[in-house]
């Protein structure tokens, strides 16, 4: 049994939206949409349908994104070899959402790329636990990395 005694906590929500959309049209002057739309990971009924460029695009601006808020939490090339994960995802509204629809890949291959984790694989990350919940007023996705 491995006991973990520190923990991070990482939220997307509304707020950093908001700043990573200012960051983002800075470095892309002509762009109009604002690359991530919600805070929370698209599920894969939404991805899984796209067409493979739509599918790469999506997952590339969550990376970038990913690797964004990790910077801001000044946490890059941290490095965490062995962690245990928690997503908590606050919707809006009651529709319904299943867990396992939720899956967080592209935030997972966002993390690595930053360098926050090492790897997003099952020796690395062990478990993985997903949590689904509405708060109407904010919502929000919360990471947490117990290690």
Partial sequence: ???????????????????????????HPRA?????????????NQWMIMKRPQ??????????????????YELTDKKI???E???VTYFETHHRHDNDNN????????????GLIVDDDSEHVNPLILEC???KENPRTEIYIYY
Wanted: glycine content about 2%; overall charge positive.
């Fill in 85 to 87: 994960m928690r997503f």
């Fill in 1 to 27: 049994m491995v006991i973990f005694i520190s923990v991070i906590k990482l939220v997307i929500d509304n707020q950093s939206l908001d700043l990573y959309s200012k960051y983002y049209f800075k470095q």
């Fill in 103 to 114: 899956s967080p890949k592209f935030i997972l291959d966002g993390l690595t790329e930053s």
């Fill in 81 to 83: 070899n062995k962690c």
């Fill in 32 to 44: 109009r949409k604002s690359p991530i739309p919600f805070s929370h990971h698209p599920s894969i």
């Fill in 133 to 135: 919940y509405v708060d």
């Fill in 55 to 72: 599918m790469n695009a999506t997952k590339q601006k969550w990376k970038d994104f990913m690797v964004w808020v990790v910077s801001q």
